[in-house]
């Protein structure tokens, strides 16, 4: 099991440049999570989804962010016209579900820097 | 204010000595999952709880639901403990959405 797998690993892009972010879950487990993390806003839930489907985008911002799962072995997360705001590591999580299948395991995530 | 405020916010103490964090919270959680971000950058998952408490080694966690809190006790602490620990709670049945405290950064004096 190699665990959630986040490509790339470091990301340069220019201002207003688009930037896609990948993970690839662990296999069976049905959901997936993006969170952003900042020295200054801490870690922060951008959406999920459960057997592929979108549950909770209430974290994405509502422009420039899109997250799609377009099958049950990855994930994509869009970032249109990046702002240098947009900065930050981006991790991507799966998890089973019920109970303790809950546990949430983290890839290593995109640190994504916008000059 | 923070909805999962974490305590203290930086810890620094000998190796062999034990410790306690702590996290409050401000909203109703039903679950409570710790983790350890290393000095890789790679998050660890500790303890999954729902009310009680669980024991992995060195480590032991609580979660109190009725008084809105947990903690993560580590005895005998090592120089691979070193790291920030999260505390991060899920709330209402059925949601895994976690809401993150901002960290404890815990540091080992050899």
């Known amino acids: 099991n190699a665990g959630v797998i986040q490509t790339p690993r470091h990301k340069v892009t220019g201002k207003g440049q688009e930037a896609t972010l990948w993970c690839e879950p662990i296999s069976g487990h049905s959901a997936v999570f993006w969170y952003r993390q900042t020295i200054v806003q801490g870690l922060e839930f951008l959406t999920y989804?459960?057997?592929?489907?979108?549950?909770?985008d209430s974290g994405m911002p509502k422009e420039r962010f899109s997250a799609q799962m377009p099958n049950q072995s990855h994930s994509t997360l869009k970032i249109q016209s990046t702002q240098p705001q947009d900065s930050a590591v981006y991790l991507c999580?799966?998890?089973?579900?019920?109970?303790?299948?809950?546990?949430?395991?983290f890839g290593a995530g995109t640190r994504l820097s916008v000059l | 204010g923070d909805k999962v405020k974490q305590s203290p916010s930086a810890l620094s103490l000998q190796e062999g000595t034990n410790s306690a964090l702590r996290c409050n919270f401000s909203?109703?959680?039903?679950?409570v999952q710790w983790f350890l971000q290393n000095p890789r950058g790679s998050l660890i998952n500790l303890f999954y709880?729902?009310?009680g408490t669980k024991e992995n080694g060195r480590l032991k966690s609580a979660f109190d639901s009725k008084e809105s809190y947990s903690t993560l006790h580590i005895r005998d602490a090592q120089l691979e403990d070193s790291g920030t620990y999260f505390c991060a709670a899920g709330a209402g049945t059925g949601s895994n959405r976690l809401t993150f405290g901002k960290g404890t950064k815990f540091s080992l004096i050899p």
């Open positions: 989804f459960r057997n592929q489907a979108p549950i909770d």
């Open positions: 999580a799966s998890s089973g579900t019920g109970g303790s299948q809950n546990t949430l395991y």
């Open positions: 709880l729902v009310p």
């Open positions: 909203i109703a959680a039903t679950t």
